[in-house]
Each structure stands twice: as structure tokens, then as C-alpha cells.
């Protein structure tokens, strides 16, 4: 085992609402889990694609926002502590000979994992790339299109466009490391938090950081090394010192590299069977929308109702020697030790 290694029971790939309910499915019978997503915060597309619209059908909730069904599943989960990992894509998946996996991100990170829970959804979220001459010849050194590390930031001149709630939080993040900092956005209505939008505001009111309404124009540099940014405003050109470049213009939906772990498909849904929704690989399950069998629905409470049968299954991998006898949360003592309300 070499020293980067995070060798865990169980990986979940996904962290929308049934990569989180699974957690703690799987936290009631005793598995660790660490959690890896691509994107920079939890509940998949609940909160990146609908964060403040009602939800009225989660069992138990006559009306519940994107966001704050998110913000419930991580206090429900808290007990059990996951890991979680943002900002990460996993790209690879491989079994080893003892029959435990190995997960590779693309951060270069490895895993290594008795099961692995595949909650993907919809597929990866990827940026969406603005419509900009030559601009890839600059990503990775200059142009990203999430923080991996703010410590790439520290000092440097850091151009956000956007006026979502990344772009927002980032300027928020970033300003107090970065030599200077201009937030562009092409109109002067935000998207992102009030809050978030008041406290950008001030900073601006404060000369901490600069706001320009306008459209990105083209990039000026050399070997993959930005110096400055042309927009165009109504005022004419302007040309803003740009070292870092951070566009958040959305994100779209793509399979990615799911498609390539040999995994049985139907229609790019990982096939699964109903007892377990395990995959045609034993020890990967999948489930939430990136599973497919008669009569899915993709459904948030469809997605639980898989969590808790997958977690049963998972164990017996995990620790086959162990008894495990159904309780119920309400009545069992030992399962509300585990919750730290007895
Ligand atoms: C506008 C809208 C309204 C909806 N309203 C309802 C509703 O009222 N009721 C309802 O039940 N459902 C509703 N849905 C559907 C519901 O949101 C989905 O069923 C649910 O989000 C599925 O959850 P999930 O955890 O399976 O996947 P997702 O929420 O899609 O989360 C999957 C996560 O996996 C991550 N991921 C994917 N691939 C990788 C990878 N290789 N590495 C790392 N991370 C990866 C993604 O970034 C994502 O965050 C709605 C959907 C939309 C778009």
C-alpha cells in the first residue's frame, strides 16, 4: 500500500441525495464510507440544478426545497462522519485480485474499497466551456474551471465570470488570497444567494474588488500562461489583469466515464436486479438514477428505497461472518448509540 492510498469499506460515487441517503444506510450497519463528487458541494442535482424549487413528494415532507432536502440528509448522515471529497471526478474502476476495487480520480487520488456504491445520477456534471477563442490552450495552467486548491489562487490576478452561487462563493473565498480579484457577470442581476450578492456588494463598495458587467472577449498570454482578459461592456473594451481565469457558465450532463468501468448498460444505465440493485459486477452496486431495471422510476424516495436493500447486501461483502439482524431506528438501542440520541 503506498501512502496516498485511502483504503476504505465502501466508495460512493455521487454525492446527490441517494449517495447521501446511502450513507447512512450503510453507517447504520457499521461501513465507513467516503464520499467523492465533481462537484464542489453536496446533493447532485438537487441542489446544482433546482436548489430552491418545492419538492412534494419526499415521503414525510408535504413540501421541501432541492436545498434544503440536501441540507437535512447531511445533518441525517453527520452521525456516521463520511469523507467527503468535492471537485473530484472518478475515472477509473477496477477490481483487484482479492476482489476488493481500486477507484482512480482524476485528482490522482486511489481508493481502494470492499464495495463501491456507483450513485451517479445523471451522469457527470462538466462545465459547460465558454465560447472563447483559444481558451484551451490555457486550461489547467490558468483557465480552471473549479478550485481544486486555493493556494493556486494565493497571489495571483483572478478573473470569476458567472453569477451563480459558485461564482459568488468563490469570489467571496478567493478575495482575501488573491493579489487582485474582478467578478464579471453580464448583467447586473445575480442568481446566486442574497446574501452571498450583499457581502460581493460591499467588498466592491470597499475597493476590495472590482465588478464589471460586460462579455468575456478574448485572452491574452503565451504557453498556457494568461496576463490579461479583453470584455466587452457597454463603456467599449476593457482589459482586466487576469492570471486565473475561473468561468462558472453552468454545467451539463454527460455519462462519463461510467461508460467505460464494464459494467453492464441498458440504454447507458447501469443494468442492476431488484433484490440487491447489484451490477453485473459483484461488489459494484448502483443506484438513483444511473440504474436501470423493469419499472424504475427515477425518483428521489425510489433511489432510498434502493439505498436501504443495497446496504444489506453490502455488508454481507463487507463483513461475511456477521450476523445482521433488522431493527428498526425507533426501538433499537443499539442503532440509536449509533445515531448519538441514546
Ligand atoms: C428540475 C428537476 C426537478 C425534479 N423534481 C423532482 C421531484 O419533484 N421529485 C423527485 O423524486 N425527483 C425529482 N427530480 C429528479 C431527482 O432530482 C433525481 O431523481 C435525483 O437527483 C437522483 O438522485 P441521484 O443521487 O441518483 O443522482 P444526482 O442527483 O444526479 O447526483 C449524482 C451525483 O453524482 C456525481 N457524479 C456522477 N459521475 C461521477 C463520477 N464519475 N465521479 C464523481 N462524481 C460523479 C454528479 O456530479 C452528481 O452530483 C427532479 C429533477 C430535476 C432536474
Not at 70 to 93: E, K, S, W, Y
Not at 102 to 107: K, M
Not at 271 to 287: H, L
Request: net charge negative; glycine share 10%; proline share 6%.
Amino acid at each position: 500500500m503506498s501512502g496516498n492510498e485511502i483504503v476504505t469499506d465502501v466508495v460512493v460515487i455521487g454525492a446527490g441525495p441517494v449517495g447521501l441517503f446511502a450513507v447512512f444506510e450503510l453507517g447504520l450497519l457499521d461501513l465507513k464510507c467516503h464520499v467523492i463528487d465533481i462537484l464542489d458541494r453536496p446533493g447532485g442535482q438537487c441542489a446544482e440544478l433546482y436548489p430552491e424549487k418545492p419538492i412534494y413528494d419526499i415521503p414525510g415532507f408535504p413540501v421541501i426545497t432541492g436545498q434544503g432536502l440536501t441540507d437535512n440528509l447531511m445533518a441525517q448522515i453527520a452521525p456516521f462522519a463520511p469523507q467527503f471529497h468535492f471537485g473530484r471526478m472518478v475515472t477509473r474502476l477496477e477490481k483487484r485480485g482479492d476482489g476488493s476495487f481500486r477507484l482512480t480520480t482524476d485528482a490522482d487520488e486511489v481508493f481502494l474499497a470492499k464495495v463501491v456504491v456507483v450513485a451517479a445520477g445523471g451522469g457527470s456534471f462538466q462545465p459547460k466551456r465558454p465560447p472563447v477563442d483559444g481558451i484551451e490552450a490555457y486550461e489547467g495552467t490558468s483557465v480552471f474551471y473549479s478550485v481544486r486548491r486555493m493556494d493556486d489562487f494565493r497571489d495571483q490576478d483572478v478573473v470569476i465570470v458567472g453569477g451563480g452561487d459558485s461564482a459568488l462563493d468563490w469570489t467571496l473565498n478567493l478575495q482575501p488570497i488573491a493579489r487582485s480579484l474582478t467578478l464579471v457577470h453580464r448583467r447586473d442581476v445575480f442568481r446566486a444567494a442574497p446574501d452571498s450578492v450583499n457581502k460581493m456588494k460591499a467588498l466592491v463598495a470597499e475597493g476590495k474588488i472590482s465588478l464589471v458587467i460586460g462579455q468575456i472577449g478574448s485572452l491574452k498570454g503565451a504557453d498556457g500562461q494568461l496576463a490579461a482578459i479583453e470584455f466587452t461592456t457597454d463603456a467599449g473594451v476593457m482589459t482586466v489583469p487576469a492570471t486565473r481565469l475561473l468561468p462558472f457558465f453552468g454545467l451539463t450532463m454527460k455519462l462519463g466515464p461510467v461508460a467505460d468501468w464494464g459494467l453492464e448498460l441498458n440504454d447507458n444505465l447501469i443494468a442492476v436486479d431488484t433484490e440487491k440493485f447489484q451490477s453485473s459486477v459483484p461488489g459494484i452496486f448502483a443506484i438513483g438514477d444511473i440504474n436501470s431495471y423493469p419499472g424504475k422510476l427515477k425518483l428521489i424516495l425510489s433511489g432510498f428505497h434502493e439505498a436501504a436493500l443495497m446496504a444489506q447486501a453490502a455488508k454481507k461483502i463487507v463483513s461475511p461472518d456477521e450476523k445482521v439482524i433488522f431493527q428498526y431506528t425507533t426501538s433499537s438501542t443499539k442503532l440509536q448509540q449509533k445515531l448519538g440520541v441514546a
